[in-house]
């Protein structure tokens, strides 16, 4: 099996690379890029809320570079400290994405209700998946039961991240629209923003093909036993 493992698993791991390197160029790229509106990232996305009638999602700063992200749970839009405060084509697109979730939510976006219902199982299924491969390598190279927990916990995480494709890809459709329809940003100064938010959908790509190549071949393997 180990060039299915070859011909499966290192290439999603060099795209996974790929991605990573893409985003944080991208993002590096135009960061640096300011808005001619000077308007910051926490304006940015509390404006976009407000086009859509939501006042009740709080926007907090948190540390960390990318750790930008939307909780449903507690209604809480989460900007790191370089895109809360920054004006940049990347700090404004990056937060405008991030509320597009919390128009989601408020729509009820079919989507993002079922990624928010596998949220748990596959908090789960991660904290298996370690486990797995240990066990897999002290009791007989993920042979038996190892190999059918695997199977379980990586269709999990495989359909958990085919979800995520299109909540992604509609909140980045919904933050490029706002931008420009509230006159956050001229269409000139767009194609920064859209480098930004495809550079980062392609990682969400990347995670989704990782899980789907590992799910395969742990069927093949399983086959082979």
Not at 22 to 33: F, L, M, Q, T
Not at 106 to 131: D, E, F, N, W
Not at 189 to 201: C, D, I, K, R, Y
Request: hydrophobic residues 50%; glycine residues 8%.
């Amino acid at each position: 099996m180990s060039n299915i493992f070859l011909i499966l698993i290192i290439p999603t791991i060099l795209i996974a690379v790929y991605a990573q390197m893409r985003v944080s160029s991208v993002y590096k790229k135009n960061a640096r890029i300011a808005s001619r509106g000077r308007i910051t990232g926490r304006e940015a996305a509390e404006a976009v809320m407000a086009k859509a009638g939501i006042r009740d999602v709080e926007i907090v700063k948190i540390r960390g570079h990318l750790t930008d992200h939307y909780d449903p749970a507690h209604k809480r839009l989460a900007l790191s400290e370089e895109n809360y405060s920054g004006i940049s084509l990347a700090a404004l697109g990056v937060s405008a994405h991030e509320a597009g979730h919390a128009i989601q939510h408020k729509v009820g976006y079919g989507a993002l209700k079922a990624r928010m219902t596998l949220i748990p199982i596959t908090q789960i299924s991660s904290k298996l998946l370690p486990m797995v491969i240990f066990g897999g390598f002290f009791f007989g190279g993920m042979g038996g039961i190892f190999i059918e927990i695997g199977i379980v916990c990586y269709f999990i995480l495989t359909v958990f991240h085919l979800i995520t494709l299109p909540v992604e890809f509609d909140a980045s459709r919904r933050a490029k629209v706002e931008l420009v329809g509230l006159g956050i940003l001229s269409r000139d100064e767009m194609p920064g923003v859209n480098q930004t938010l495809n550079a980062a959908a392609l990682t969400y790509v990347a995670a989704f093909l990782s899980s789907l190549m590992h799910l395969i071949w742990l069927v093949l393997l399983r086959g082979r036993n």
